[in-house]
Nanobody, 124 residues
Framework: QVQLVESGGGLVQAGGSLRLSCAASGRTFSQSVMGWFRQAPGKEREFVAAVKWFNGNTYYADSVKGRFTISKDNAKNTVYLQMNSLRPEDTAVYYC?????????????????WGRGTQVTVSS
């Protein structure tokens, strides 16, 4: 089993920044993709960004490209999401997820492990 715990959410004004963290423990996969997703009230869960654990390659949704940065710290088994220039439409619960495969996916159903989420609220 893999356990994922998110932290770092909160309330911020538009234009501000937040950094989310996702600490992974338990069984880990060297050939895996770590992703961030978000879900706003009444909307489906959507892909935000992902990073390949073994080589650090990254992939972003168009809506966050240039504003968000995903990174990892292998020594700490932690993945980060630096969010800059936040907008009210970024308001959502943000989830960390793990996919034990080496290929990208933006489909949440292809991620096997999930954290409980952390709330991000951006005021206008």
């Amino acid at each position: 089993q893999v356990q994922l715990v998110e932290s770092g959410g909160g309330l911020v004004q538009a234009g501000g920044s937040l950094r989310l963290s996702c600490a992974a423990s338990g069984r880990t996969f060297s050939q895996s993709v770590m992703g961030w997703f978000r879900q706003a009230p009444g909307k489906e869960r959507e892909f935000v960004a992902a990073v390949k654990w073994f080589n650090g390659n990254t992939y972003y949704a168009d809506s966050v490209k240039g504003r968000f940065t995903i990174s990892k710290d292998n020594a700490k088994n932690t993945v980060y999401l630096q969010m800059n220039s936040l907008r009210p439409e970024d308001t959502a619960v943000y989830y960390c997820a793990a996919r034990p495969a080496a290929t990208w996916s933006t489909n949440p159903s292809l991620y096997d492990y999930w954290g409980r989420g952390t709330q991000v609220t951006v005021s206008s």
